[in-house]
């Protein structure tokens, strides 16, 4: 039971597995210098693929019998570092510039990509399997059905592809869910000065989703000034991350 609730399905097929650690450590050599930081290594199948291409891989893993199955496993690994806690409660960028992967417990994506994005330009490279439908609105383009808020968000800080799917046959025990892999490959600066600031504007855009972009923004900004605005007639789903910015800025300028 404790196993369901962390969503604990172990990717057992070795192909995908080489596949994902190939897209997060692409220079596979042994003088690579890539510290890779995987969150949620449940058995370790992904570690063992990743150990094969990183200097470095700190394994974060809150079920406790997991930690010390992973200590056994790797005990002579002088690469691998676990770290026993809720990814939730870790500091993500103490570990300088990294490569952040992993088959994420899908119940708490949101917030992982959250804690994820929020290092900037620590990220170097980013690669997880999720649900399917998250990794379509991870990389869904503006119009589109599943464009909205996570899109805008991953987008700020880089560039998401959807990378490949992968059926519930991979996985022991399999998910209700398809899966699919994203990657994110970070930009050198995020485009906005304050992140957090356009994230809650972008936030309240995307409020209700069916409503105009003007019948969302009125409830927070200047009537006068938001209907004084050309674009707001469209709904937030039609405006490109660049619009987003463009937008926000003329707001604050008022
Ligand atoms: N990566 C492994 C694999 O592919 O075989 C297991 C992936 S499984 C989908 C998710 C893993 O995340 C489980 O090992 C689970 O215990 C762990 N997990 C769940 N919640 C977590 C949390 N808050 N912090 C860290 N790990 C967590």
Not at 202 to 225: M, V
């Amino acid at each position: 039971m404790a196993g369901r609730r962390l969503g604990q399905h172990f990717l057992i097929r070795k192909s995908i597995l080489e596949r994902i650690a190939a897209a997060a450590c692409p220079e596979a050599s042994p003088e690579s210098d890539a510290t890779v930081v995987e969150i949620g290594p449940g058995k370790g199948a992904l570690t063992e693929h990743l150990l094969a291409r990183a200097a470095r891989v700190i394994a974060i893993e809150v079920d406790q019998v997991l930690v010390h199955y992973l200590q056994q496993k790797f005990r002579d690994n002088p690469k691998l570092t676990i770290v026993g806690a809720d990814v939730l409660k870790v500091d993500l960028a103490q570990w300088g510039p990294v490569t952040i992967a992993g088959n994420l417990p899908y119940y708490i994506t949101s917030p992982i990509f959250e804690r994820v994005l929020s290092i900037g330009p620590l990220l170097q490279n980013a690669v997880f399997l999720v649900q399917k439908e998250v990794a379509a609105r991870v990389a869904a383009s503006p119009g589109s059905r599943d464009y909205g808020y996570l899109t805008v968000q991953t987008r700020l800080m880089g560039e998401p592809k959807y990378l490949f799917d992968v059926p519930p046959t991979a996985f022991h025990p399999p998910p209700k869910v398809d899966s699919a892999v994203v990657q994110l490959t970070p930009r050198a600066e995020v485009p906005v000065p304050d992140r957090q600031a356009f994230l809650e504007f972008a936030g309240i855009c995307f409020r209700h989703k069916r409503k105009t972009l003007r019948n969302n923004l009125i409830e927070n900004y200047d009537k006068t000034l938001i209907d004084s605005l050309p674009e707001v007639g469209k709904r937030a789903e039609q405006l490109s991350l660049e619009q987003f910015i463009d937008l926000h800025q003329r707001i604050l300028k008022g």
